[in-house]
């Protein structure tokens, strides 16, 4: 796992001191501090001029690996941050056909492929990646990413010059560029929690989606998706028994390919089917016992250590496992913008940080249970989804008599409330099924994210364009299952620019590499075009996964109702950080800063200070956006 950092340029003027250059590279030291390297092409009249930066967390071939990398006559160069699990299997074919290799590392297998293969090198590759490679022959420029997104990659295109980097904060260490305010994002942010892609926090900085592949050459990009998770593009006509046993073959076999490694390896065990099955899979590939970790809280509704305790010793693995106290938690609050370089307002990065630093002090790789919701139906949400329809056909005239009783609920603190659950579930009705699933998850609605804007900011406002990322990704989808298709908008918009975001932040902040066994493509393929009735069945989630793992796990893991990783911000808003969010959502600092509407934020604190109602969603999603202005914002 790695930091890579790029820079292009025809025109001298714009060349940096190398001094920013590396600067802007080691800005990523926290993404590999093992090793560093660097490749310059000078400009000249045959071509621009060129730095790629590399920062290594060393994990396959310690020894010979260090990039940049070239081929042996140095017309091809690489960047890369990630890992190729099928490198070995390419490497040999790669050697059939003719090539020469001079290390033992993954990165050298992508040199080869791009050599053989072209822009269609990356069909070839089975892992997380975000790379850059130079063509000299071509001066050209091709960045890619995953098919699934696990490794970021952002670009900043400014006039002459081509930016690319892991993180934003190399791209903004770049003195000609500017970090202004893109109020779109910033309406996108408050309505998802997050900033789809392409989109970034800054006009001048994108983000490469997931399966895309950009193309820079003489000044100008294109961008081509190389993926899609339907291979066939319809449902697959098969019993469930012939799913079950293929779907366990493919997640066996993706664990095993998530077990190379040459240092120390082990699990993110909280107890869920999900990390619970990667654990089952990982036990059973693995030489010796694995080790798993976990952390626990003192909140009961919190807390679900025990029954990562009960799945480690059903599986006889060498557990660790930590306490975190509240203070714990609270003492990385003000890292969140550093840690995650634009605003994203999932509250769960706060253990995920805790338990990757835990993690990293035993091995430098982590297998987690990520996209198990996404491909299994795995989330409240879907359950929510059956009950909308028959509820807005025949009591939908009883809707806004429903929305005035739910509101009279008593406000609870606890995790996943029921007040809370009532309320979430009476905000979408009325709306579509995507935009309803996101109205679930996010924070801000349409008429909620007018009030809270400033007037500067929100006129125009356009709800079209709010929701433009999740309207491209339904037309975009082939299948004839609602459900499935909730699926793919998880899987697009809130896996890919939330949970995983979350993850990479988390952990490479300190130097964990994770990763995630369910995301193997040829399994996401196979789950994707699986009749949604295998994965949701009448009212039970994860039907074919559970049924499956019956005969791996004790049924206390396989039936246990699904917890999260949740985060007490409604408690601490009345407690601990009670002074902090009356700070960074005070009047005057929101006057002065111009982004939001002061006297509706003044409303929303006060409310949930008074108990009148439970606004720990916005209110975070404010404190979140608050901290990142506080510290990345020019005026500050």
Partial sequence: MCGIVGFLTSNPSDIPDHQILQRMRDLLTHRGPDDQGEYIRSLNEKGPFLFLGHRRLSIIDLVSGQQPLSNEDGTVWVIFNGEIYNFKELREKLRTLGHRFATKSDTEVIVHSYEEYGEGCFKHLNGMFALGIWDERKKQLLLARDRLGKKPLYYSALPGTFLFSSELKAIMAYPKFKRKISSL?????????????PHTIFEDAMKLPAASCLIWKDGKREIKEYWTPFDTGEVKDISGEEAELRMIDLLRTSVKRRLISDVPLGIFLSGGIDSSAVAAFAQREAPGKVKTFSIGFEDPSFDESGYASLASAFLETEHYEQRMTPEDLLAVVPQLPDILDEPMADASILPTFLLSKFTRKHVTVALGGDGGDELFAGYPTYLAHKLAKPYENYLGWLHPLATYLGNLLPVSDNNISFDFKVKKFLSGIGYPDGIRNSIWLGSFPFIENEKVLSDEIRNPFNRDRLVEDLVRYEKGYPLNDRMTLLQYLDLKLYLQEAILVKVDRASMAC???????FLDYELVEFVMGLPSKLKLKGFTSKYILKKAMEKFLPPRVVHR????FGVPIAKWVKGPLKELFRDMLSLERIEREGFLNPEYVADLLEDHVKNKKDNRKPL??????????DRYHPSH
């Fill in 185 to 197: 994002s910033l309406m996108k942010y408050l309505f998802y929690e997050f900033i789809p892609s």
């Fill in 511 to 517: 130097s964990l590499e994770v990763r995630a066994p």
């Fill in 561 to 564: 109702p699904k917890k999260g």
């Fill in 620 to 629: 975070w999603t404010l404190l979140i956006w608050q901290l990142w202005v």
